[in-house]
Structures are given as structure tokens and as C-alpha cells.
């Protein structure tokens, strides 16, 4: 008995994570009901941010102005001579699933 009250002491509830399963989209226990939930948002904001402040501003510098920033993304104004270059070097970072298989930037599908 002591050694489990030892063990429920030494856990670290910070750690703890709350996984849930669910087959439907609406509804009370649904995935649009708790994606809404300001968690999610939070997880949203920090790619957000460790995308402007880890790549975006190292890669650019003086050379990106952001100019507007909602929940889920960001506008900026890039002052470079060819901004599908840097695409195609990092497309890893960018949702190109809505370009064209055959573009003429040469850029591949990706996300």
C-alpha cells in the first residue's frame, strides 16, 4: 500500500493527456466540439508562431513584413525576386495541395 501511495505522489499531472476517440463530426461528443475548444487553439497558435519567429524572420529578415494574423494563419508581405523558389526549397513548410501536378514553379504536391 505504501509503495502505490509513493507512486501516485511522484506522478506528474502536467503530463497527463486527454485522447479521445470519435466516429462523428457534430454533436455534443463530436470532433467539431472539441477541436473548438481553446486548447486546440493554443496547439494552432504555437506552429503559428514557431513558423514566423524559427523561420519566416532567420530566412527573410528584413525582408518580411507581417501584415495580418488571424487564428490559423498569417499574411505577409516577402520582398524577394522569386517567392516560389523558397517554396520549392522548404516546401515542407507549405500547404501546396492546391497546385497543379504539372505548375510551372515546379513545386510539389505536399500536406
Given at each position: 500500500?505504501?509503495?502505490?501511495?509513493?507512486?501516485?505522489?511522484?506522478?506528474?499531472?502536467?503530463?497527463?493527456?486527454?485522447?479521445?476517440?470519435?466516429?462523428?463530426?457534430?454533436?455534443?461528443?463530436?470532433?467539431?466540439?472539441?477541436?473548438?475548444?481553446?486548447?486546440f487553439h493554443n496547439i494552432s497558435k504555437t506552429f503559428l508562431y514557431e513558423f514566423h519567429y524559427d523561420y519566416i524572420l532567420p530566412k527573410f529578415q528584413d525582408k518580411a513584413k507581417l501584415l495580418y494574423t488571424d487564428t490559423d494563419s498569417l499574411i505577409y508581405q516577402l520582398n524577394v525576386p522569386d517567392i516560389y523558389e523558397h517554396i520549392k526549397e522548404d516546401s515542407h513548410r507549405f500547404d501546396t495541395s492546391d497546385y497543379e501536378p504539372n505548375n510551372p514553379y515546379g513545386i510539389e504536391q505536399k500536406n
Open positions: 500500500m505504501i509503495n502505490s501511495v509513493y507512486g501516485k505522489l511522484m506522478e506528474n499531472v502536467r503530463k497527463y493527456r486527454d485522447v479521445r476517440m470519435t466516429t462523428k463530426w457534430e454533436g455534443r461528443y463530436g470532433a467539431q466540439n472539441y477541436i473548438a475548444k481553446p486548447n
